[in-house]
């Protein structure tokens, strides 16, 4: 009944798409069978680097990186086949997600040789774990203004600082850390780097943020003086600006910007049966049309990205109009079925009750929807 199960691709599939949509699908109903994991609603952020390791022994993870890095070599719609199939299946991805999403691509196109060597086959094995370097406590989305600094000292950088709304950042390995190298001048997007930071390193401290939920899973991160080795930089150093914007890409237009509650639809249409009444029926045509306008967008920037090409429009609109659609489907599901949220409980009230509590964090990870609103406008030259 749901498009997963009868349209996997908006267009005609490729045979291997199919070939690899129902293979995926085997691994997660073994996974799942046999306690691997507990299918949850925006679970793509919850820690299981053994999860992780095993998703990568089958080469659900790096699928796209080069063969010479432990890489699958294979296609981004390939990539995109894999993630929705583990997104809907409610899996927990956090550990290999930010780092096979954004990092790899990050450190494939702008990092040093010595840095690809040493970090994406432990990516592409789902060793490695990535958190974002982006947010800071008095910026918000508005990146141009960040504080946090790396002055040149010999062999590398001196980084200090403080990120905020940092994912997964306890258990990280690296993270990529956006910074000033130069001091704001007229220009405020000149003199921005990114650097590639070991967490672990000396100077550099975690500390929890719990969200509504209870649970740990941002955190703030604080440098004093942490050094970060000359081979950690990426790209030529001031244009940070460049190489954040392509990182958003990557981060704004994936599956995972209207899929996280996708588990919610799936147990509402079980839920509603195969006879729901006419008011049931109507809502939730509504949700699955817009849900496939969204991931033909989606797939057409994943196409785009492919051939290195500029998304900074398409992928700031398909996140905006993604993650309020996501927020949408517990409300939703609530008034349709009148089943009473309970995070301690089971099947589809405990579902709503995750879903509820993490949809109000859907429209600001990534970037609020007034600062996207405002990059559209600009890229369509409205400001």
Known sequence: MLWFEERPNVAAPRPEESGLRLEVRRFLDGECKAGGFVPRPNNWVAFDRA????????????????????????????????????????????????????????????????????????????????????????SGSDLSSIRTAARKVDGGWR?????????????????????????????????LSQLVVEVASDGVTVRPIRNLAGEHELNEVIFEGAFVPDDNLLGEGGDGWRLVNEELGFERSGPDRFLSTYPVLRLL?????????????????????????????????????????RVILAATMMKDIGTALEQEIPQVAGRLLEIHPDPHGSGFAAALAAALLNAPSFTIRGGTREILKGIVARELGLR
């Open 159 to 191: 980084l200090d600082g403080r990120k905020v709304w940092t994912t997964n950042a306890h258990h990280a390995d690296y993270m990529i850390v956006l910074c000033r190298t130069a001091p704001r001048g007229e220009d405020r997007y000149a003199g």
């Open 269 to 309: 249409v079980a839920e509603t049966g195969k006879d729901p009444n006419r008011y049931q029926a109507v809502a939730i045509g509504q949700l699955l049309s817009r849900l496939l306008a969204v991931r033909s967008l989606s797939h057409s920037i994943a196409d785009l990205l492919a051939n290195g090409e």
């Open 51 to 138: 999860f992780s390791i095993r998703c990568a022994e089958q080469g659900y993870v790096g699928t796209t990186l080069p063969k010479q890095y432990g890489g699958g070599g294979k296609s981004a719609r390939e990539r995109l086949v894999i993630c929705e199939e583990m997104l809907a299946a409610g899996a927990p991805l956090g550990s290999h997600w930010i780092a096979d999403r954004q990092s790899a691509p990050q450190i494939l196109r702008h990092g040093s040789e010595a840095l690809r060597a040493r970090l994406l086959p432990e990516i592409a094995a789902g060793r490695c774990t990535f958190a974002i370097g982006m947010s800071e406590p008095d």
